[in-house]
């Protein structure tokens, strides 16, 4: 039996932590944009005597990261913990193979796409009695409990520019999306839910997640910082004041250092607006044309769509 599954990228502009006992309810407020690059997760089961095997391709240039061991190996038990008697999980062999086609630990959400991709996929191939946002809510379980992610789970699955107004997993959450960026000089046509519009990114190293979510300083600055955000974006829903919002952010919470804040000044020039990606040492921007000066920026579209599976 063989499935796959795409988890498009999230990419956060500001995020508020909140913090709650129940993992599904645990996560973060705040908005972002989705691309269309993401994790590709193909997934092939068949008879065996209980072994997973894990491959990632791609942006990962083939080389194995402990993220994606653990990211997946965890979606998998949580799976295992649902399920324990209903799937003879000892009599399977999983094999589960991610393709990366963005950076890892630079602020595109790939943990979540690698959890998305492992419970979408498992679930639609053993026929688990659990729906779309069920599934995708123990991906967000796996995320939050190893700190990989606070929210990325739930910008893939909504699409566009989601605004994540509540906390929590598909199905406990509560999320909203932009839905026209029309202001400023942005050209009307072609933009509803970010269609016609573009990311450029530019990626100079890595930011492990967990060790911003595990610091107690900056969780503090960090939701110091955006408490009001969302609500000043929700009352002005557009794409070019939800990119101010998010320069503001990474300049107030000193997230940003000069090399990313280089690239982002080059950008605004150049685009509707720009800032960091969160959290990762990258520079991205939302943009009319695929057209930058930053060498070697990469460029992608808008999702609007969420995750696929086929």
Aim: glycine share 10%; hydrophobic share 40%; proline share 4%.
């Amino acid at each position: 039996m063989q499935s796959l599954v795409f988890a498009p990228s999230h990419i956060t502009g500001f995020f508020e932590i909140i913090d709650h006992p129940n993992p599904l309810i645990r996560g973060s407020r705040g908005a972002g944009v989705v691309l269309d690059q993401g994790v590709i997760t193909r997934l092939n089961v068949s008879e065996g005597n209980g072994e997973t095997i894990i491959k990632t391709s791609g942006k990962l240039s083939g080389q194995k990261h402990p993220l994606e061991d653990s990211v997946t190996y965890k979606t998998l038990d949580l799976l295992r913990q649902k399920f324990p008697e209903e799937i003879k999980w000892d009599d399977l062999k999983i094999i589960i193979q991610h393709e990366t086609q963005v950076p890892i630990e630079a602020g595109f959400g790939v943990s979540a796409g690698f959890a998305l991709g492992t419970a979408l996929g498992l679930s639609k191939l053993l026929k688990l009695s659990l729906t779309f946002n069920q599934a995708a809510a123990v991906a967000h379980h796996a995320e939050v409990e190893l700190k990989t992610g606070m929210g990325d789970v739930m910008g893939a699955v909504v699409g566009g520019f989601p605004l994540r107004i509540e906390p929590g997993a598909p199905g406990y959450g509560k999320a909203d999306k932009i839905l026209n960026g029309a202001k400023n000089g942005v050209n009307e046509d072609n933009n509803e839910n970010g269609e016609g519009l573009f990311v450029i990114s530019k990626s100079l190293g890595t930011i492990e997640t967990s060790s911003v979510l595990q610091d107690p300083a900056m969780t503090h600055k960090v939701n110091t910082v955006a408490h009001h955000l969302l609500q000043k974006l929700l009352s002005n829903p557009q794409i070019t004041h939800f990119m101010d919002l998010s320069l503001k952010f990474s300049q107030e919470t000193d997230l940003i250092d000069p090399e990313v804040m280089e690239i982002v000044e080059v950008l605004k020039d150049e685009t509707i607006g720009a800032s960091m990606a969160m959290l990762g040492k990258t520079a991205f921007a939302v943009s009319e044309t695929p057209d930058s000066s930053v060498e070697g920026a990469m460029v992608a579209r808008i999702n609007s769509c969420g995750c696929r599976i086929e």
